[in-house]
């Protein structure tokens, strides 16, 4: 399992770092000694899956929402159609609106092994195929 190794590996170079991060939580949370004497363990279990599904959602929205905002600059094996391999067009964003009323776009959802991922990203359009996609993964969208 090439993907598992390369994620402990990151994980291995940044744990001092995420060690940290956890005692940080833990202070904020319930203080230097701890949570009250007769916390259920089941309610600290509780907490801690929440923040970590919050990091996990949290963590997919800025790294795809970064990456989405370079797609202008991709490299050339991503501006072709998945299907066809023909050259693509980015679909123009929506005008904006002129009222501030109107609500945006709405994101792109996918459900992943770490949550939820929520994030804006361009379509690109295949004239030969007649159908849009979304460059990140190469697969056809809505
Ligand atoms: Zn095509």
Redesign the pocket.
Known sequence: MARAAKATTVVDEIQNYLNGVAKSLVDRLYGPNGPAWGTRLSELEATVVAIRQHLSERMLHDVLQRQAATVDERPEAFRA?P??G?AVERVPAPAPAPSTDSPPPDPRRLDTLGGAAQWHEPECY?R??R?SFFPSVQEFGP
Do not use: G, L, N, V
């Open positions: 159609c299907s066809c023909q295949c030969k195929c159908r």
